[in-house]
C-alpha cells in the first residue's frame, strides 16, 4: 500500500513539476477569499485518484477537491488526499509546496507520504515501522528547551478568521522560541517536525488532508501530534501542534488557553491578562479585542481545573471574577 502511495504522489509530483515551468499559463481559480484552487490541483488530484483505485478499488476516497465523490462510500479503508498542499506558494512560483496522502483503517491513519517534487523528497511511514525520508530513518529533533526552538506556523487568511487572537498566540510562541517561520504547506511542515529541520508545528483551521499523512510521519519519528489543549483525536478539531514530547508539551502549556475546547477558566485567564496589560499600557492597542471569543465547550472536551472553581464568598477587596 506504501508503494501505491508514493507512486500516486510520483505522479501527482510530475504534472506538478510540469507546470511549474510555465506556473504564469496556469488558470486559477478562487473558492473563496485567498483560497485558490488550479487546475494543476485537480489534474494531480484525479492521477493520484486513477492509481489507487486501479490497485485498491474497493477503498474509499476523501480528497481536498473532490471529497467523497470518488471511490467506495463504506470502506474501512480510506485514501485521505491533498494533491497540491501549499496552492499559494505554487502560483507565486514560490517553491514550497507537496504532495500528501495518507491511508486511514477505521478511522487510524496507518499508511503516510509526503512527496516534495522541488526537491524530490519522499516523505513515508507505515504504522509501527518508523519514518523515512527518501532512504534514511529519519527522528524528531532532541532540543528539549522551547527557547532554543525553531517553531513553524500557518498564518490565518480565510474570512472570519480570528486574526487578532492569532497574533496574540503567535507573540507568546514568538517571546518563548529562537524563532518562528510560516513556509505555507502544512503537510511539509509537519514532515519537516519528524525530521528534525523544525522543532515543533502549530496551526488552526486545518482540515483532515492537510494534516493526516504529517501525523503519521510525526508520530512514527517519535514526536506527539494533537491539538492545542493535547487531546489526541484532533483530526477533526480544526487545531493541530507537534513537536518531539518535551516541546509538545511546552507548546500544549503555551497554546492551551487559545483553545475552542479550553475550559471557560482557561478563557478567563487569558482574557483578564489582556486587560491588565491593556491597563499598564504594555499591550497594544486592540490587545483587549484580542481576545479570544467564549465558545460553547462539549461535555467531552471541557476541562475543569482546581484553579476554575472560586469559592462562593469573595474576601473584601479581591478583583472581581473575570466574565465568561
Same mark, same amino acid.
Request: aromatic residues 8%; hydrophobic residues 40%; proline residues 6%.
Given at each position: ?19 511549474? +515551468? #510555465? ?79 495518507? +491511508? ?30 527518501? /532512504? ?24 472570519? /478568521? ?47 488532508? #492537510? ?11 517519535? *514526536? +506527539? ?30 497554546? *492551551? ?7 471557560? *477558566? #482557561? ?49 473584601? *477587596? ?7
Amino acid at each position: 500500500m506504501l508503494n501505491v502511495a508514493i507512486k500516486a504522489a510520483r505522479a501527482a509530483g510530475a504534472i506538478i513539476n510540469r507546470a511549474a +515551468l #510555465d506556473v504564469e499559463s496556469v488558470r486559477v481559480s478562487v473558492k473563496q477569499t485567498n483560497d485558490f484552487v488550479t487546475e494543476i490541483d485537480q489534474a494531480a488530484e484525479a492521477a493520484i485518484i486513477e492509481t489507487l483505485l486501479t490497485a485498491y478499488p474497493g477503498h474509499g476516497i476523501l480528497a481536498e477537491e473532490s471529497g467523497s465523490e470518488h471511490g467506495a462510500k463504506d470502506s474501512d479503508f480510506v485514501w485521505i488526499i491533498d494533491p497540491l498542499d501549499g496552492t499559494t506558494n505554487f502560483i507565486h512560483g514560490f517553491p514550497v509546496y507537496c504532495v500528501s496522502i495518507a +491511508l486511514a483503517v477505521k478511522g487510524k491513519v496507518e499508511q503516510a507520504v509526503v512527496y516534495d517534487p522541488t526537491r524530490n523528497d519522499i516523505f513515508c511511514a507505515t504504522k509501527g515501522r518508523g519514518a523515512y525520508q527518501n /532512504d534514511r530513518r529519519i527522528r524528531v529533533a532532541k532540543r528539549t528547551r522551547l527557547q532554543e526552538c525553531l517553531i513553524s506556523t500557518g498564518f490565518p487568511y480565510r474570512p472570519g /478568521d480570528k486574526l487578532k487572537t492569532y497574533l496574540n498566540m503567535l507573540g507568546d510562541v514568538m517571546s518563548q522560541t529562537a524563532g518562528v517561520r510560516r513556509p505555507g504547506a502544512a503537510a511539509l511542515d509537519l514532515a519537516y517536525v519528524a525530521a528534525g529541520y523544525s522543532d515543533g508545528f502549530f496551526e488552526a483551521n486545518l482540515k483532515p488532508w #492537510d494534516v493526516a499523512a504529517g501525523s503519521l510521519l510525526v508520530t512514527e519519528a517519535g *514526536g +506527539l501530534i494533537g491539538n492545542f489543549t493535547g487531546e489526541a483525536d484532533f483530526m477533526d478539531h480544526g487545531e493541530c501542534v507537534a513537536g518531539n514530547p518535551r516541546i509538545y508539551g511546552a507548546l500544549v502549556g503555551t497554546l *492551551g488557553k487559545y483553545s475552542k475546547f479550553a475550559g471557560a *477558566g #482557561d478563557k478567563a485567564t487569558v482574557r483578564q491578562a489582556a486587560l491588565d496589560a491593556a491597563a499598564d499600557g504594555s499591550a497594544p492597542a486592540g490587545a483587549e479585542a484580542a481576545t479570544p471569543t467564549p465558545e460553547k465547550t462539549t461535555l467531552k472536551s471541557k476541562r475543569i481545573k482546581a484553579g476554575d472553581v472560586r469559592p462562593a464568598a469573595t474576601p473584601p *477587596g479581591s478583583p472581581p471574577d473575570a466574565p465568561f
